[in-house]
């Protein structure tokens, strides 16, 4: 998957398409994302025992989009990602159509302190 927590996405379907958001959690497995602000759904919460404090009440959390349906966002625009080893030998993501790494966020691979 090559959406990460902490990306900076756009929605490209669904009833929020065009809204901007960050991602907060990432389920690999079932190809999914969540995404700040996004996907808004109403749940009813049951008082009980285990939620000692909290009342009983109408929540609005966000909930999770298929990974299909976001992509990276530069400069207003979506973009695909890939992957290029640097001169280091490190394995980076990169903007497809701008080849930019200043987008593509953190590196993956063999990391050392000295990169940051």
């Known amino acids: 998957m090559k ?6 996405v756009i929605i490209l379907a ?15 497995r079932a190809d999914r994302v969540v995404v700040e602000g996004i996907n808004i759904i109403t749940k009813n919460i049951k008082a009980d025992a285990q939620r000692a404090g909290k009342e009983s009440g109408r929540v609005q959390v966000e909930a999770p989009i298929h990974v299909s349906n976001v992509a990276l966002v530069e400069k ?41």
């Open 3 to 8: 959406i990460r927590k902490g990306d900076e």
């Open 76 to 116: 207003g625009q979506p973009v695909r990602i890939g992957y290029e080893f640097d001169e280091d030998g490190n394995k980076v993501r990169v903007t497809r159509p701008r080849k930019s790494r200043a987008a593509a966020g953190r590196k993956g691979g063999k990391e050392s302190a000295s990169d940051d």
């Open 14 to 28: 669904g009833k929020d398409k065009g809204a901007t958001g960050k991602v907060l959690r990432v389920d690999p």
